[in-house]
């Protein structure tokens, strides 16, 4: 026997959004000005009213082991929040309470997959889904949206990606890194072809509160009783309500495949932490008021980022929709020279970005496209406003090579 270590677990890539993340606040900790538009988390800290409820739940001794896959309060609460919500009937037996919304992804991958099997992976994607697939052993598979769509995909290009080995579409709306809301008749048209080809449709709806403008957001299993059962409906507290640290995502799905992520569950992390499991109750039937106050303040930021990104030069960009990124194409960026030197790729740009200019910005070739940077705008829009016009004083100073 050799001191060989998991081929595996080996090929995984380290996220490179917790990198650049650490890079930054290693940078900000030295005492530099830094103005970070990496992270994905809100700014905000959780409301009272979500403190305050896990605060009495350490006082009422609730501090034990739950159910692995949830407390029946909870799982209830979930149920209640998918039918006022997502318009969606869900029973507790159904609803598998996880450690986050990355723990649920892997469970759904883990109870879906058996080697071999495909999973269509809309491009450009949250970089974990690559990762879940292949350490479930699953194959990505990789189909592009294109700009005149606002980088969703389409039906068509769903229904030309599957073959006898395709055991699930992974769809994210509102979307990371692009912003993109699916409407109704888009969502309908990949339904229809979930139906016809029969797969799994994995909805990751994490950001689903935080739409913008017109555009609302539909659960694709809302759309009708087949659909309903093929969907496995993804979401979680992190982002709609400032919860990241708490750690608590949740899924609806038929009771089978529940039943089967909550075994593994049982096994692999037991349940979930029981004081953020209170907490979340009260966040999905407290007060939703400090939630939608969120909500306003980031479509302002959302306003400002996207008016002004759009009138810089080279830059190329999409108003966003929903969640709380922006999506620029540095296509044109990447044919100039900064400082007599060619800058050739999108992590040169970010490199510079950081180091010279000391803003934190997400390149995008972990997310499949590799000319292109996610900005969050879950920061200040003070610090957007700073963060904005040093990115404006890098690209005027780019000469042609
Ligand atoms: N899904 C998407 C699209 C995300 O962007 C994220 C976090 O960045 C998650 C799921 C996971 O969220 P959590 O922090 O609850 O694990």
Redesign the pocket.
């Known amino acids: 026997m050799s001191l060989s270590l998991s081929k595996k677990a080996t090929a995984v890539k380290p996220s490179s959004t917790l990198e650049i993340t650490a890079k930054a606040n290693t940078m900000k900790a030295e005492g530099i000005d830094i103005i970070s538009f990496g992270v994905?988390e809100p700014d905000f800290t959780t409301p009272d009213n979500i403190n305050e409820a896990a605060i009495r739940a350490i006082h009422d001794g609730f501090t034990r082991y739950t159910p692995a896959s949830g407390t029946l309060e909870l799982k209830k609460a979930v149920c209640e929040k998918f039918r006022t919500f997502n318009q969606l009937t869900y029973q507790p037996n159904q609803i598998v309470i996880s450690n986050?919304?990355?723990?649920a992804?892997t469970n759904i991958f883990e109870a879906i997959l058996n080697p071999g099997d495909e999973v269509i992976i809309p491009v450009p994607y949250?970089l974990?889904y690559p990762e879940i697939v292949k350490l479930n052993d699953g194959i990505p598979v990789y189909i592009y949206g294109e700009k005149e769509n606002g980088y969703k995909v389409t039906a068509q290009q769903i229904s030309a990606a599957t073959t006898d080995k395709t055991k699930a579409l992974v769809l994210?709306s509102p979307n990371?890194p692009t912003g993109a809301v699916y409407p109704e008749e888009e969502l309908q048209a990949i339904a229809e072809v979930a139906i016809a080809k029969d797969f799994y449709v994995v909805a990751?709806e994490?950001?689903e509160h935080l739409t913008y403008g017109e555009q609302k957001h539909i659960s694709i299993a809302s759309l009708g009783l087949d659909i309903y059962q093929r969907t496995i409906t993804c979401s979680?507290v992190?982002?709609s309500y400032a919860m990241?640290g708490w750690?608590?995502?949740y899924t609806g799905s038929s009771a089978r495949i529940a039943k089967l992520m909550g075994s593994l569950q049982s096994h692999q992390t037991s349940n979930p932490n029981s004081i953020a499991q209170k907490a979340t109750v009260e966040a999905l039937l407290g007060n939703q008021s400090t939630i939608e106050a969120m909500r306003v303040e980031f479509d302002k930021r959302r306003k400002y980022m996207y008016q002004r990104v759009s009138q810089f030069p080279l830059l190329d960009v999409l108003e966003p929709e929903g969640a709380f990124y922006v999506f620029i194409d540095f296509t044109n960026v990447l044919k100039m020279s900064y400082q007599g030197q060619p800058i050739h790729t999108i992590n040169r740009v970010a490199q510079i970005l950081l180091e010279d200019y000391h803003v934190a910005v997400v390149p995008c070739d972990d997310f499949g496209f590799d000319q292109f940077i996610r900005l969050s705008y879950a920061t200040s829009l003070a610090a957007i406003e700073t963060g904005l016009d040093r990115l404006e004083q890098f690209i005027t100073s780019l000469k042609e090579k």
Do not use: A, P, Q, V
């Open positions: 994905g986050g919304g990355k723990h992804l949250w974990t994210n990371n990751d994490m950001y979680g992190s982002k990241t750690r608590i995502g």
